[in-house]
Every structure is written in C-alpha cells, then in structure tokens.
C-alpha cells in the first residue's frame, strides 16, 4: 500500500458536490503536487487529508492506518497556509514552538527542535522577533518551521508561495525542493501555478473540476499528455491548438487538413479512431515551432505581436483561420510585426487530440 493512499474520495458542501471520487496514492518522500485552474478542488483534496473537511465518501490511508475519522491533531500532519497564520503577539520561537507546548513535549526537546529547524531554514538570529518584524519571506520560513518541529509524517503547504514577489518566490522553490532533500519527508503542495509543479514535483496530480484529468511525472506529463486539458495548463507559454479533419493515414502518420488551410503531418499511431474526416485538434507547443525553420509542416501566419525577452523572442502569430499560435524563437530573430512568416515543426514534435480531446496514442 502506498504512505498515502487516497480511494474514491468524495465532497459535498450542501448539495453541490465538488471533489467527484479522487484515487490517488503518495509514496514516502515524495513530494507531490496538486495543481490546476482556480476552484478546481485542490485546497479541498489537501484540507480533507488534513483533516479540515470532513470526507462524504471514500477513505483516507496513512502510513496504513486510516485516518479519515480522526480530527486532525491525531493524523500526524502538519500544514503550511498560504497567509502563514502566524500567531503576531508571540516571537518567532514561540510560533514555531506552539505545537510542541500544545502537545506537551519537554522544554528541552522542545528547544532543541526549534534551534534545528531554525538552524535548517537560516532563521536562527530572528528566534526573539515578533512576526510584524519580518519579512515575507522569512515570515514564510517560520511558518514551515512550525510545521518542521513536529515532524510530522506528511507536510501539507497549500499555496505558500503565492504572497511573495517574483523573484522571492523563484528563490523559495529552490529552498523547499532543498528541505524536501534534507528532510527526506513526504509533502503534498498545492499551486495554480504550472511552473512551481514542474519544477517542484516528483509528482504532479492535474486536477480540474473535482477529478483528476492525470497524474504523473513532470516531464511524462508534458511530453505525453492525456488529454487537451493537460496538454493546454501543463508548459509554458501554453500549447497552440488547431482544428482540424483527418485527410489521410500513411506509414509516415497521421494527415491532417486545417481548418484555416494546409496540411499538417502528425506522427502517431493510426488506432481505431484514426478515421478519416475525423474532426480532430491538432496540438503544437511553441517551442515545437521553427520560425523560417525546417520541419515536415508549415502553417503561414502574419505577425501580429513581437515579445523580446532577451535570451528568447515570442511571436504572435495570426493564422489564416484567425486563431492566434505562440511560437517561441531566438532572441536575436529578426521579426517585425505584419511579416508574413512560415512556421514549420516535424512530425514527432505534434500531437493530436480526437473530438473529446482525448490524445491519440504516439
Ligand atoms: P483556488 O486556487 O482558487 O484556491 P482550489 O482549486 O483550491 O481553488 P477549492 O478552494 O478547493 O479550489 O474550491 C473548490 C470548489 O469548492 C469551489 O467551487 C469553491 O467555491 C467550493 N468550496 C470550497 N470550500 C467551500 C465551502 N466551505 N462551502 C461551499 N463551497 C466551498
């Protein structure tokens, strides 16, 4: 049985039903993620492991007991809020120390657990401060102190990032993913953003409208996503989609007639709904995309929109159907807005997506 092992879970508020029977299983150490659009159920699927909701159905398995019954201080767990939901009358020892006084644990293990945490987070000399004293940032590191101290048998951070300045924020990420190491512990993390789960995870959980749409590692799920969701919020900027009809099957793959005109070859395999006519979407990440470049496909667009970045360039273009495509170039690219340009990709770097959205098998 995995550490954590989650089987049709269930959530009701009133009659509005929003986590649809989620089966996900954590192992030890790893550190996984939820992420997906706002509202999707993420901070409901961490606060019912937490222990914050109560389940409408389905059960909760933790290091093999189950623990969807007992009320949260019994289910060795310790959760890192987005607002850090520091107590601003105490110093910052105290806030990390609180649970441990709560439990009654001996003054001197206590201190000795905060001095460690403290040590591991580079917050040692701030231990006599009042939260208002601090930085974001540090601030931040006091919350997930507390939760170090209690060394609890799963972290759960729900947003923790997400009240901190880019660059802050960018520095963070490396910080956790150096205390996942150091800890060997087992977190479960939530984000909307795509870039703190890929970067982060072991283990990426997509989920969206209350059910998970896939679960995998971060480069399976970019390299093979299940679906037209997936495919759309995992990668950055986001996957161009194209309509288009099934023109024909060869050795060479998939033919396909778009919409706005042309042809793109798609190399996957012809399965049973390879049909032709088909109507079907037809997916190119920006960085699949070669401005003036070679490939086996070409689409001609018109420049509408030029992004220098520095190191690279993002052109938007429009295509002759009026979608827009991104597509991501060199920074030195010479490019100007109302250039016609032909974009072309190979035939590995495309996927397809049936009429559900479903992907077609590579
Ligand atoms: P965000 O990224 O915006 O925080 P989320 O994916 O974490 O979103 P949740 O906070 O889990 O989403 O909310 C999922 C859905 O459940 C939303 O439609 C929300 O309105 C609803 N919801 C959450 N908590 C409650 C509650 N206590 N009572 C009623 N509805 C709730």
Do not use: W
């Not at 800890?183 to 939530?190: I, R």
């Not at 709904?273 to 086996?296: F, I, Q």
């Amino acid at each position: 049985m995995a550490y954590v092992q989650i089987q049709s879970l269930v959530k009701s508020f009133g009659e509005a039903e929003i986590i649809h029977g989620v089966d996900l299983e954590i192992e030890k150490q790893e550190f996984t993620v939820f992420v997906g659009p706002s509202g999707c159920g993420k901070t409901t699927l961490l606060r019912l492991i937490a222990g914050l909701e109560e389940v409408s159905a389905g059960t909760i398995h933790i290091g093999g007991e189950r623990v969807d019954h007992l009320p949260p201080a019994e289910r060795g767990l310790a959760m890192v809020f987005q607002n850090y939901a520091l107590y601003p009358h105490m110093s910052v020892f105290e806030n990390m120390a609180f649970g441990l006084r709560i439990a009654r644990v001996d003054k001197a293990e206590m201190r000795k657990r905060v001095q460690a945490a403290a040590e591991i987070l580079q917050i040692t000399e701030l231990l006599e401060r009042k939260p208002r004293q601090l930085s974001g940032g540090q601030r931040q590191r006091v919350a997930i102190g507390r939760a170090i101290v209690r060394q609890p048998k799963v972290f759960l951070f729900d947003e923790p990032l997400s009240n901190l300045d880019a660059k802050l924020r960018v520095q963070m990420r490396v910080e956790l993913t150096r205390l996942h190491q150091a800890l060997k512990a087992t977190m479960v993390y939530v984000t909307h953003d795509q870039v703190e789960a890929m970067t982060m995870a072991d283990k990426i959980v997509v989920l969206n409208k209350g059910h998970v749409e896939q679960i995998g590692r971060p480069l399976e799920l970019y390299h093979a996503p299940r679906n037209l969701f997936v495919a759309g919020f995992i990668g950055s900027p986001a996957m161009n989609f194209l309509k288009g009809r099934i023109a024909g099957l060869s050795a060479n793959g998939i033919a396909v007639a778009l919409a706005g005109g042309g042809q793109a070859l798609v190399r996957c395999r012809p399965d049973g709904k390879a049909v032709e006519g088909a109507s079907v979407t037809l997916g190119l990440r920006p960085e699949a995309l070669n401005a003036n470049g070679p490939g086996d496909s070409t689409i001609a667009g018109k420049v509408r929109m030029v992004e220098r970045l520095g190191g690279d360039t993002y052109i938007y273009l429009a295509t002759a159907d009026g979608s827009d495509i991104t597509v991501h170039a060199p920074g030195d690219i010479v490019v100007a807005v109302g250039d016609p340009i032909p974009v072309r990709f190979s035939a590995e770097k495309a996927y397809l997506f049936d009429e559900a959205g479903e992907a077609f098998a590579r």
